[in-house]
């Protein structure tokens, strides 16, 4: 079985500063994905960033970085000068090797402060 | 464009009704999957289909029946539709086969209140 944790139902961060948003994982899968998502006020969800379980590098795509902990299962996002347009929520999800199910935490809400 | 959609985007029935969301892509994907999405608990797997001809349970399956149409369509049926499948529902789909990082896709989202 498959399970997400993300512990900080929300988050208020001041604009142009990092924030980190937490996730931790588990999965009895050897091989896995680790994947985060944004869901703006209008709802559609937004892939933002992905981290393969055998990858020796942390993922990096523009201002998001993944903070891959492989011995403490934690897969944190961070999110470097926030801007008023990174408010939503963010979900981490992950998916086995050997499942076809995307598995997904229960989110947070992200709050940039002007 | 391409991508996956999702009809209708809203639709307000009164208990008991039944309805089906549509879903279709165009990317050739074999695999397609309806979630649920409620306040609180983030999203939900409700049915899957890994490729054409087949479907599974996924979390929460009960009220739910789907068909894989074809290649291109997944829909999702609530026979008999409660307060409590009140929600938003997301369908997806994704390249299986592909390295697990392989994206998936996902639609609009169908906001569906049942009175």
């Known amino acids: 079985a498959q399970k997400i944790t993300q512990t900080q139902p929300g988050m208020f961060v001041q604009e142009k500063e990092a924030v980190t948003l937490d996730c931790t994982y588990d999965?009895?899968?050897?091989?896995?994905?680790l994947f985060w998502y944004k869901q703006p006020s209008s709802g559609e969800m937004i892939f933002l960033i992905y981290?393969?379980?055998?990858?020796?590098q942390n993922a990096t795509e523009g201002r998001y970085s993944l903070n891959f902990q492989k011995a403490r299962k934690s897969a944190n996002l961070v999110i470097s000068a926030s801007q008023l347009g990174d408010s939503a929520m963010y979900f981490c999800a992950m998916r086995g090797a050997g499942s076809y199910q995307l598995t997904f935490g229960k989110g947070t809400k992200l709050s940039v402060i002007p | 464009n391409a991508g996956v959609t999702q009809t209708p985007k809203f639709q307000v029935l009164k208990t008991g009704q039944s309805m089906t969301l549509q879903c279709a892509q165009d990317?050739?994907?074999?695999?397609m999957y309806w979630y649920r999405q409620d306040p609180g608990m983030g999203l939900r797997l409700i049915y899957y289909?890994?490729?054409?001809?087949?479907?599974d349970k996924g979390e929460v399956p009960n009220g739910y029946n789907v068909s894989r149409l074809n290649k291109r369509e997944f829909s999702l049926r609530l026979e008999s539709a409660a307060p409590s499948q009140t929600s938003v529902y997301f369908c997806?789909?994704?390249?299986?086969?592909?390295?697990?990082?392989?994206?998936?896709?996902f639609g609009s989202g169908t906001r569906l209140t049942v009175v």
């Open positions: 981290q393969g379980s055998y990858d020796q």
């Open positions: 997806a789909s994704t390249f299986d086969g592909k390295p697990v990082g392989y994206g998936y896709t």
């Open positions: 990317m050739n994907h074999n695999s």
């Open positions: 289909s890994a490729s054409e001809g087949t479907t």
């Open positions: 999965t009895s899968d050897p091989s896995y994905g």
